[in-house]
């Protein structure tokens, strides 16, 4: 393979790694706050870092960003650790934010004894008013020069949960003048009287994002935190923290931003996901319409597929929105190299061959997957009567429909070519039946050289007796909108697609009645399908992964 040209996060390396840095002292991480489930973009970051491991053969670190106890939860640090795993990557060590609360907590307490942090005892609200704006400096709040004595004092019964929540807050001594809104005195902790899915209620004190990913990161000796752009302006205030801690013989990390990656017709942001999930929109988080790694995987996408979608859009300085359609192109790339053809049909019309024997099965040979010689043979059974799709026939059609009329010739697929007679139609004008007759000289395969003749269209079948009815879910976009969630005027949620799920009955060859969860078909013409895990003994379920084309670009 062909070296990729080197994107702007490896020029960062390949720099630092010229201007001193060892090979060895590389060190990444993948910070996910334990709040909900990964998600597309998130799958970005995932293959960046990971990716990034690979490459330099450095440590990645899984970094749970632990530290607001009223959204997370263990349920999502576990599904975040299959997600990552199921796509392939192996983190050198599993750590939380929460296991460096007592370090953090010892560094603060020397920030406060040095005069770089103070206790406020105002209400959010006031401290925010005095903040000012980017273009006027803001106020100093009343308790900025407690004494040293009285700050530890109060912030000591902070810990002890001696006070209210909202009652004090303990906030870095920075600058209220700086034109970086982020470095007027931001809060480093908060007390939050709720149980934490790890320290349970041993602390009352939480430490803040900016106060804890930074020194996190100096803690694990993560030499690059990349992380998103909306970080860019909090880089000064990592550095900052930084300075208040860092040994000079230690490692310092290095934040750098990359743009957020955005797919269309979904939402890639947790807490909106939360909302589509709470709302019974969708059955969890999970559900094959979610744009989380773990709905894509019930919706049958594999690990490749996402891998392949992430490295064909790369990492950028620039937010975009990724049309869905790429990401399904990739799962169609992957799936058509890999899984096996079989026949199923989904909109039923009945086929009768008057000329083929009345009671004979004949078991055909059909091949697995043209793309793969190694995935062998199947047999299907052949009958007098089969189904076929209704949208296949048209009693008169003009000269480009290649499916069956009547007088003219089509195949059905590794089977015999077929010649439209005559139909059955009830009261009410339906088809019914549609009569045909076979030319018994033509089986796909023989080499006879009626088998070799030319017809314009092949059709996919099932045989009536033998036919499988299984249940198919059907999947369409979740969002009627391409970006639903930047429009000015609505809501996101006003934008759900009413129709996003259908579910019919379909009649499948029986070669897949031992179908397991996750395997995963191509219905020949139809698409792609994955068997669900709500399949039970008498009920096989699929999901649609993706159609065949892409209908959307008619
Ligand atoms: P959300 O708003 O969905 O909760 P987040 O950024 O708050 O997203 P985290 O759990 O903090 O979620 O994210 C872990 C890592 O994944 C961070 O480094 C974050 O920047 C990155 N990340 C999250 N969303 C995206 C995205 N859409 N594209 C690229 N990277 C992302
Ligand atoms: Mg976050
Ligand atoms: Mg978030």
Same mark, same amino acid.
């Given at each position: 393979?062909?070296?990729?040209?080197?994107?702007?996060?490896?020029?960062?390396?390949?720099?630092?790694?010229?201007?001193?840095?060892?090979?060895?002292?590389?060190?990444?991480?993948?910070?996910?706050?334990?709040?909900?489930?990964?998600?597309?973009?998130?799958?970005?970051?995932?293959?960046?870092?990971?990716?990034?491991?690979?490459?330099?053969?450095?440590?990645?670190?899984?970094?749970?960003?632990?530290?607001?106890?009223?959204?997370?939860?263990?349920?999502?640090?576990?599904?975040?650790?299959?997600?990552?795993?199921?796509?392939?990557?192996?983190?050198?060590?599993?750590?939380?934010?929460?296991?460096?609360?007592?370090?953090?907590?010892?560094?603060?307490?020397?920030?406060?004894?040095?005069?770089?942090?103070?206790?406020?005892?105002?209400?959010?609200?006031?401290?925010?008013?005095?903040?000012?704006?980017?273009?006027?400096?803001?106020?100093?709040?009343?308790?900025?020069?407690?004494?040293?004595?009285?700050?530890?004092?109060?912030?000591?019964?902070?810990?002890?949960?001696?006070?209210?929540?909202?009652?004090?807050?303990?906030?870095?001594?920075?600058?209220?003048?700086?034109?970086?809104?982020?470095?007027?005195?931001?809060?480093?902790?908060?007390?939050?009287?709720?149980?934490?899915?790890?320290?349970?209620?041993?602390?009352?004190?939480?430490?803040?994002?900016?106060?804890?990913?930074?020194?996190?990161?100096?803690?694990?000796?993560?030499?690059?935190?990349?992380?998103?752009?909306?970080?860019?302006?909090?880089?000064?205030?990592?550095?900052?923290?930084?300075?208040?801690?860092?040994?000079?013989?230690?490692?310092?990390?290095?934040?750098?931003?990359?743009?957020?990656?955005?797919?269309? @017709?979904?939402?890639?942001?947790?807490? =909106?996901?939360?909302?589509?999930?709470?709302?019974?929109?969708?059955?969890?988080?999970?559900?094959?319409?979610?744009?989380?790694?773990?709905?894509? #995987?019930?919706?049958?996408?594999?690990?490749?597929?996402?891998?392949?979608?992430?490295?064909?859009?790369?990492?950028?300085?620039?937010?975009?929105?990724?049309?869905?359609?790429?990401?399904?192109?990739?799962?169609?790339?992957?799936?058509?190299?890999?899984?096996?053809?079989?026949?199923?049909?989904?909109?039923?019309?009945?086929?009768?061959?008057?000329?083929?024997?009345?009671?004979?099965?004949?078991?055909?040979?059909?091949?697995?997957?043209?793309?793969?010689?190694?995935?062998?043979?199947?047999?299907?059974?052949?009958?007098?009567?089969?189904?076929?799709?209704?949208?296949?026939?048209?009693?008169?059609?003009?000269?480009?429909?290649? #499916?069956?009329?009547?007088?003219?010739?089509?195949?059905?697929?590794?089977?015999?070519?077929?010649?439209?007679?005559?139909?059955?139609?009830?009261?009410?004008?339906?088809?019914?039946?549609?009569?045909?007759?076979?030319?018994?000289?033509?089986?796909?395969?023989?080499?006879?050289?009626?088998?070799?003749?030319?017809?314009?269209?092949?059709?996919?079948?099932?045989?009536?007796? @033998?036919?499988?009815?299984?249940?198919?879910?059907?999947?369409?976009?979740?969002?009627?909108?391409?970006?639903?969630?930047?429009?000015?005027?609505?809501?996101?949620?006003?934008?759900?697609?009413?129709?996003?799920?259908?579910?019919?009955?379909?009649?499948?060859?029986?070669?897949?009645?031992?179908?397991?969860?996750?395997?995963?078909?191509?219905?020949?013409?139809?698409?792609?399908?994955?068997?669900?895990?709500?399949?039970?003994?008498?009920?096989?379920?699929?999901?649609?992964?993706?159609?065949?084309?892409?209908?959307?670009? =008619?």
């Amino acid at each position: 393979k062909e070296a990729a040209p080197l994107n702007f996060i490896e020029h960062i390396i390949e720099d630092d790694l010229r201007n001193g840095y060892k090979k060895e002292q590389l060190c990444f991480r993948f910070p996910p706050e334990p709040n909900g489930y990964l998600h597309i973009g998130h799958a970005s970051s995932i293959c960046l870092n990971f990716g990034l491991g690979e490459k330099y053969n450095a440590p990645v670190n899984l970094r749970f960003d632990d530290t607001n106890p009223a959204k997370e939860e263990q349920e999502f640090v576990d599904a975040i650790k299959r997600d990552i795993s199921w796509l392939g990557y192996e983190w050198a060590t599993e750590c939380y934010a929460s296991d460096y609360f007592q370090q953090l907590y010892d560094w603060a307490v020397a920030m406060v004894k040095d005069g770089k942090a103070y206790v406020d005892s105002q209400t959010s609200e006031a401290i925010a008013e005095q903040k000012g704006t980017p273009n006027t400096p803001g106020k100093p709040s009343p308790f900025r020069d407690r004494s040293v004595e009285e700050n530890l004092d109060l912030f000591e019964k902070m810990k002890n949960g001696e006070t209210k929540e909202g009652e004090h807050v303990l906030r870095a001594k920075i600058n209220m003048e700086s034109p970086n809104m982020l470095m007027r005195d931001p809060v480093m902790y908060r007390t939050v009287n709720k149980s934490h899915h790890r320290t349970g209620t041993e602390w009352k004190i939480f430490p803040m994002y900016d106060w804890t990913h930074g020194e996190s990161d100096y803690i694990e000796q993560v030499s690059h935190s990349f992380c998103t752009l909306e970080f860019l302006p909090h880089r000064e205030l990592y550095d900052w923290f930084l300075d208040q801690v860092v040994d000079k013989d230690k490692l310092r990390p290095k934040q750098r931003e990359f743009a957020r990656r955005n797919l269309s @017709h979904t939402v890639v942001s947790k807490r =909106k996901l939360a909302q589509l999930v709470s709302a019974g929109i969708v059955t969890g988080w999970d559900d094959p319409r979610m744009p989380t790694i773990s709905g894509l #995987r019930r919706r049958g996408y594999t690990p490749e597929s996402i891998k392949n979608f992430a490295d064909s859009i790369g990492v950028g300085k620039r937010e975009n929105l990724i049309d869905v359609s790429h990401l399904e192109f990739n799962v169609r790339e992957d799936l058509n190299k890999k899984v096996p053809r079989i026949m199923v049909v989904l909109d039923p019309v009945k086929l009768i061959i008057d000329n083929y024997p009345e009671g004979q099965t004949e078991m055909l040979e059909a091949e697995n997957n043209q793309e793969d010689e190694s995935a062998g043979n199947r047999e299907v059974p052949f009958s007098k009567e089969l189904l076929i799709e209704r949208e296949d026939f048209k009693a008169e059609a003009n000269r480009k429909f290649f #499916r069956l009329t009547i007088g003219k010739e089509v195949r059905l697929k590794n089977a015999y070519i077929i010649k439209g007679e005559s139909v059955v139609k009830d009261a009410n004008g339906n088809i019914t039946e549609i009569h045909c007759t076979y030319d018994p000289d033509s089986k796909s395969g023989s080499g006879s050289e009626a088998s070799l003749r030319k017809v314009k269209g092949t059709l996919h079948w099932v045989s009536a007796a @033998h036919a499988l009815p299984v249940e198919v879910r059907l999947y369409d976009r979740l969002f009627t909108e391409a970006s639903p969630d930047t429009n000015k005027e609505k809501d996101f949620m006003e934008f759900v697609n009413p129709n996003s799920l259908e579910v019919i009955t379909g009649y499948a060859e029986p070669s897949i009645k031992d179908s397991q969860p996750e395997d995963k078909f191509q219905f020949q013409r139809l698409g792609y399908f994955v068997v669900d895990r709500d399949t039970t003994a008498d009920n096989i379920v699929f999901n649609r992964t993706v159609p065949l084309r892409d209908s959307w670009a =008619k």
